[in-house]
């Protein structure tokens, strides 16, 4: 069991918005204020905390999206309510014998599970998939209530929540951003060590003779102890002189009542390297002691026995931590998951399941997963539709702007076509990568591919790809000398990931981000270059070249999205196209590969000649397989000799490049976001 979707309708930066989970740790990434702690929220509001001691959110006109309106711009038919849906699947119908109200009808076939374990399922039995609604109508007055509404399957019954119970049996455990290990657990009052010692003492009879002794060693300790007896004996003589004339006094001293809170207070949290003695939190550093905190509240997990399914919502694991530290933690997390999937149904019937969402700006917190198992989101500008006339509505169904397929962007009716800053609206959008049927060639490929480096691809929606480390290498630079006079341009730049292939074979990159997610027909990529060589006069390989730009074409073609690729080609090389370049680009490379070849230079450098510039680039290309020359070294060493810091006269910049450069650097809508 599992959750499997959920939608978001009218919830803060959420119009329409539909995401798609796999079993296991899925990991939501994206910029700032691309809606994930906004999406944990609402799995808050879907479920009930394992521990009830958690503090509950209550909703207000604030999580109300806008639709493009001002808050003075309000009306009658805009958005009131907030519509939340989870869905959740299983491929054992024994499962969810209890959730027999909540079944849906027609449920979803469930989306690949990449190299996820399996999960248990009764041979031969036909999944199933429960759906539960939550309508929030978020209170109209400051100290008002907020109303919930529930619904349970299709919502066709009278009683719209028949089995709220069963709902129950649905939790989560909530890990917030930005955690102070050293409040939480140095002096706030050790109310987190006393939740640990309170599910550790479940049983009233463990719980008593832990008291018991606890409080025997207070008094042990009051008698055995000179220095409290000798307290005692300097108060009782004073005291003994105030009282003798009325009621005498004695005077003694003992520890309060043994009670877990007055345990708790008076205990603190050590840590230190293993072979020296635990001392204080402040002397740890910020990272170790956030794993302490997260330690604590993992424990909490020990009661996934105690729900059907217990959702671990982990807002930016990676604070404080170095990389590795970030992947130990994600293995961790998917082993409490792993344990969890085989764990036996207890006498109580709980079937104890764990899954894991955790919301994250760290590459490599998103590479510690299944590239299936990544949510991409993105926050996009949408161009508010006219409010809309009053009309009857489904209840379970909410208000939102609805995603066109082609495009990839939020469809508006002809009226609204027109632009109107006043309408002007942001919305949060979702790729679930599980759900682009991405061929088994492409997963596999970019399961490999994909490191801490590579998969900045996914958090930006400008991507420049290129075959190999030389332009990788030499773009920066050329970029800081191009948009010299265009601050924005070069801000953009920044904002581009840059990504080498190491090879040639594009594809599986740009379908995955170029392929739409059919709940949302959103796309990971706004803007894609593709940089590649065309190896002219190099035989097979400038066939190869010329295949491998058609298919990219084709590719351009059959995903629609002729608006947000492109390919830039050469005739021959990198380095033959710098020394086309012509300008000071010669004796650059002249210097560099004397670097490189200091017995032989000469000799390579007659061959390249004094003829045109086509002539001397096919030369270079072909002494660059020859040679067997490092290209990223060459790279390095061409720039190294240039002027600097970079100017126009640094170097010359190939046409190809400065209009791969300029196109993606583009503004787009969202510039203004």
């Not at 978001?8 to 119009?15: D, K, S, V």
């Not at 169904?397 to 109107?420: F, K, L, V, Y």
């Not at 067997?628 to 000799?641: E, H, M, N, P, T």
């Amino acid at each position: 069991m599992y959750l499997s979707q959920l939608h978001l309708q009218g919830f803060r930066t959420a119009a329409d918005t539909k995401i798609s989970f796999q079993p296991g740790v899925s990991v939501l990434l994206g910029e700032n204020n691309a809606g994930k702690s906004n999406v944990m929220d609402a799995l808050r509001h879907l479920t009930q905390p394992l521990d009830p001691r958690e503090r509950s959110l209550h909703p207000s006109l604030d999580d109300l999206h806008r639709d493009g309106c001002t808050a003075e711009g309000h009306n009658q038919n805009c958005r009131t309510s907030i519509d939340l849906t989870a869905r959740y699947f299983s491929r054992n119908p024994a499962d969810l014998h209890l959730y027999a109200s909540a079944f849906a009808e027609d449920p979803e076939k469930p989306h690949p599970d990449g190299q996820q374990p399996p999960l248990p399922s009764a041979p031969g039995a036909t999944p199933k998939a429960i759906r539960y609604h939550l309508n929030i109508a978020p209170p109209t007055t400051p100290f008002g209530m907020a109303k919930r509404t529930w619904t349970a399957g299709t919502g066709t019954t009278a009683d719209r929540d028949p089995e709220p119970a069963a709902r129950d049996r649905i939790r989560h455990v909530y890990l917030p951003p930005l955690r102070d290990a050293g409040r939480e657990l140095g002096s706030a009052g050790g109310a987190r060590i006393q939740h640990i010692l309170e599910r550790l003492l479940k049983d009233d009879a463990d719980r008593e003779e832990f008291l018991s002794e606890v409080g025997g060693a207070f008094k042990q300790l009051r008698s055995t102890q000179k220095p409290l007896q000798t307290a005692v004996e300097a108060v009782q003589g004073r005291l003994t002189r105030l009282t003798e004339g009325a009621h005498s006094q004695t005077a003694d001293l003992g520890f309060a009542d043994a009670t877990l809170s007055s345990i708790a207070r008076n205990l603190r949290f050590l840590m230190a390297q293993v072979g020296l003695d635990p001392r204080d939190l402040a002397e740890s550093g910020l990272g170790y002691a956030n794993l302490m905190f997260m330690a604590t509240v993992l424990t909490q997990l020990e009661r996934a026995a105690e729900a059907d399914l217990t959702l671990l919502l982990v807002e930016e694991p990676e604070a404080h931590l170095h990389p590795q530290l970030q992947a130990i933690l994600l293995d961790h997390l998917a082993e409490e998951v792993r344990k969890s999937q085989v764990r036996e149904v207890d006498a109580h019937g709980w079937l104890g399941r764990i899954q894991v969402v955790v919301t994250t700006h760290s590459p490599h917190v998103a590479t510690a997963v299944d590239p299936s198992n990544v949510v991409v989101l993105q926050r996009r500008t949408v161009q508010a539709p006219a409010p809309p006339q009053p009309q009857p509505q489904d209840e379970t169904i909410g208000q939102g702007n609805s995603p066109g397929p082609e495009t990839g962007e939020a469809s508006t009716s002809p009226a609204d076509a027109a632009p109107n800053p006043s309408r002007q609206s942001y919305t949060t959008t979702a790729v679930s990568v599980c759900r682009l049927n991405l061929p088994d060639y492409d997963r596999n490929k970019i399961r490999n591919y994909l490191n801490a480096t590579r998969n900045v691809m996914l958090f930006g929606q400008r991507i420049l790809l290129v075959e190999g480390i030389a332009e990788s290498v030499v773009l920066p630079a050329f970029a800081r000398t191009i948009f010299a006079d265009s601050p924005a341009q070069l801000q953009r730049f920044h904002g581009t990931a840059l990504i080498p292939i190491d090879g040639v074979d594009f594809l599986p990159y740009m379908r995955l981000l170029l392929a739409a997610d059919p709940d949302t027909g959103r796309r990971i990529a706004r803007r894609v270059a593709v940089i590649t060589d065309g190896d002219a006069g190099k035989d097979h390989r400038q066939q190869l070249a010329e295949t491998r730009i058609s298919e990219i074409g084709q590719q351009i073609t059959s995903t629609g999205s002729s608006g947000a690729v492109r390919v830039f080609s050469n005739e021959f090389t990198l380095e033959s196209e710098l020394l086309k370049a012509n300008g000071v680009n010669r004796n650059l490379l002249l210097q560099a590969w004397q670097k490189q070849r200091p017995k032989a230079w000469e000799g390579d450098w007659e061959a390249i000649g004094e003829g045109s510039p086509s002539e001397q680039a096919r030369a270079i290309s072909l002494l660059l397989d020859s040679k067997k020359i490092r290209k990223g070294d060459l790279a390095q060493d061409f720039l190294s000799g240039a002027e600097q810091p970079f100017t126009r006269s640094s170097f010359a910049v190939p046409d190809y490049l400065t209009d791969a450069l300029n196109w993606v650097t583009e503004e787009l809508p969202d510039d203004h976001a």
